[in-house]
């Protein structure tokens, strides 16, 4: 059988066969560092796949702000930790696991709920070392990822397979709120009320002196500053926790629906850039490094990504958008209606996942939601047809021949 070399950064030693050539793995141009697109690189890399990942910034997790924020364990049987295992994540980042917090609904009346394992595990955002970025960075170096930092993509490479997973294209919900230092213990806490988090929530997250409170409105969000104020009142009334080094921070996550997810089969969109997001709530990590998971797999074992899509995500996605319209419609009275169910239970996280997975009666739900959902998809950089830059994605054309 004819051999040639296989050239290998370390030694010349092993050989290919030319039908192993013939198979020869295609680059992957994988476009924003962030979990969908790490997660991506990581799988990719690991099976054998030259890929180079482009991140706009010098370094991970830039978007962010070391804020923390939670891998939720409620929508799923398997257990979160379980489920970067399955997606071939090892927990080399700060992963805290929360079980019993407090809850608060609009009259400030607290509620204890009984759970039987973590309802999330915390992670830190940003580019401190034990980040949730960059643990998957150093997951992905190991994998031998190839990095171009500082390089902002505005056209889709011509060759090879392009993975885009640059995060948001607009605001559907947005978050105000500070990090601090605290010599509080380990703790967390949610607030509902419309005075404070209008159709949202407002949560602390204590972990090892530092904290992060922040109030996450899905509407009126010109007056996001009014809110936090009125927000950090509630939480200092119930809470006796010292704030030290606060700093301001801010953010947004997108959910959208009915986006294409790949063109030219060779190009696939990933995380929340596909508009992948918990509408309820917005916890989208699971979300993104699922469909970055998914993204690699449609790639090594030739499988429609779409499909796969359509099997372990949308399904979620539509639920996630009644859970949005119901919960819209509860207002103060509501949530402590809800807030007094969940408190009979033995164990809220069955409950939990059951609101999160499809029912008949989401079925029911899911196209009034849909229709009455506009997403404040709002693309600064470019929405236009028949462009070459890595936002658009309308119009069946030669993404080699047009400009944007
Ligand atoms: C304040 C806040 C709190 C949140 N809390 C939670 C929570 O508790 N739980 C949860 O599950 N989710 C939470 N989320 C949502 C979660 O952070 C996102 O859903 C998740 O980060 C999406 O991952 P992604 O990979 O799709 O995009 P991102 O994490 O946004 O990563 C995109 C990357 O692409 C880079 N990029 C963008 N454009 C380009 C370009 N043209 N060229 C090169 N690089 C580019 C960006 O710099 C960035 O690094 C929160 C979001 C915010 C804002």
Request: proline share 4%; aromatic share 14%; glycine share 8%.
């Amino acid at each position: 059988m004819t051999m040639i070399y296989r050239i290998n950064k370390n030694n010349f030693d092993n050989f290919l066969t030319l039908s192993e050539v013939g198979m020869k793995k295609e680059h992957t141009h994988i476009i924003g560092a962030g979990p969908g697109g790490l997660v991506a690189a990581i799988n990719l890399a690991q099976a054998g796949y030259p890929v180079t990942v482009y991140e706009m910034y010098y370094e991970v997790g830039k978007r962010f702000n070391h804020d923390f924020q939670g891998i939720e364990n409620w929508s799923t049987e398997e257990d979160a930790q379980e489920f970067l295992k399955h997606i071939g994540i090892s927990t080399n980042f700060r992963f805290a696991p929360f079980g019993k917090g407090d809850f608060f609904n609009p009259a400030s009346q607290k509620y204890n709920f009984k759970m039987s394992r973590p309802l999330f595990y915390l992670i830190e955002r940003g580019s401190n070392e034990w980040s949730l970025d960059q643990g998957l960075r150093r997951q992905a170096e190991e994998a031998g990822v190839h990095f171009e930092w500082g390089t902002k993509i505005t056209k889709v490479p011509e060759n090879g397979r392009v993975i885009i997973s640059t995060g948001p294209k607009g605001g559907d919900a947005i978050a105000k709120g500070i990090i601090f230092s605290t010599t509080h213990k380990n703790y967390y806490a949610a607030f509902l009320g419309d005075d404070i988090a209008p159709h949202g929530y407002a949560y602390l997250l204590v972990h090892e002196g530092n904290a992060t409170f922040a109030t996450c409105l899905f509407e009126k969000f010109p007056k996001s500053l009014h809110y936090f104020e009125k927000a950090l009142e509630v939480m200092k009334k119930q809470v006796n926790i010292d704030i030290q080094d606060s700093k301001y921070f801010g953010g947004y996550v997108n959910f959208s629906l009915n986006q294409p997810l790949t063109k030219h089969n060779r190009i696939y969109y990933v995380g929340e850039n596909a508009g992948f997001q918990d509408a309820l709530f917005g916890f989208g990590m699971r979300y993104a490094m699922h469909s970055g998971y998914l993204a690699a797999k449609s790639i090594i074992e030739h499988l429609s990504y779409p499909d796969l899509c359509k099997e372990h995500i949308i399904p979620k996605m539509e639920v996630s958008l009644a859970n949005r319209w119901l919960f819209t419609r509860l207002e103060d009275l509501g949530y402590t209606i809800m807030l007094d169910r969940l408190a009979e239970k033995d164990d809220i996280i069955p409950t939990l996942r059951t609101q999160y997975n499809p029912s008949w009666y989401k079925k029911i739900v899911f196209p009034v939601a849909n229709r009455a959902f506009k997403t404040r998809l709002e693309d600064k950089q470019c929405m236009h047809e028949n462009c070459s830059c890595v936002w658009c994605k309308h119009g069946e054309h030669d993404y080699a021949e047009v400009e944007c």
